[in-house]
């Protein structure tokens, strides 16, 4: 993603990106990960407080958009947070919110 939105592929991306966080639920498992390294399924499940089946749902969206990023380890799956999509999309969002208060 780049730090300015110019084509339609970028506004997909965006939009995409939005689309996976736009979810109080998504939005506290983002936050949960950031906190640790990485967790298993089970941890963001005892945060959460959510049936396991819900979390794994969720997880897979954000897995799907490349935000968080998904390891097997051992029996675990393992999740954490992928810094360089997440300061990709600051950045696109940064520059799309941007556009709007130069008022272009």
């Keep these: ?10 506004y997909q991306l965006l939009a995409r990106d939005l689309a996976a966080l736009a979810h109080p639920v998504r939005l ?6 950031t906190e640790r390294a990485a967790c298993c399924n089970k941890d963001v499940v005892h945060r959460v407080g959510l049936a396991q089946s819900t979390v794994s749902q969720h997880l897979k969206v954000l897995v799907d958009s490349g935000l968080v990023i998904y390891a097997q ?29 130069n008022g272009t």
């Design 28 to 33: 506290q498992i983002m936050r949960h990960l």
């Design 73 to 101: 380890d051992a029996q675990r799956s393992r999740y954490r947070v992928n810094p360089e999509r997440m300061k990709a999309l600051s950045a696109a969002f940064v520059a799309y919110a941007g556009d709007f208060c």
């Design 1 to 10: 993603m780049m730090n300015s939105i110019e084509s339609q592929s970028d």
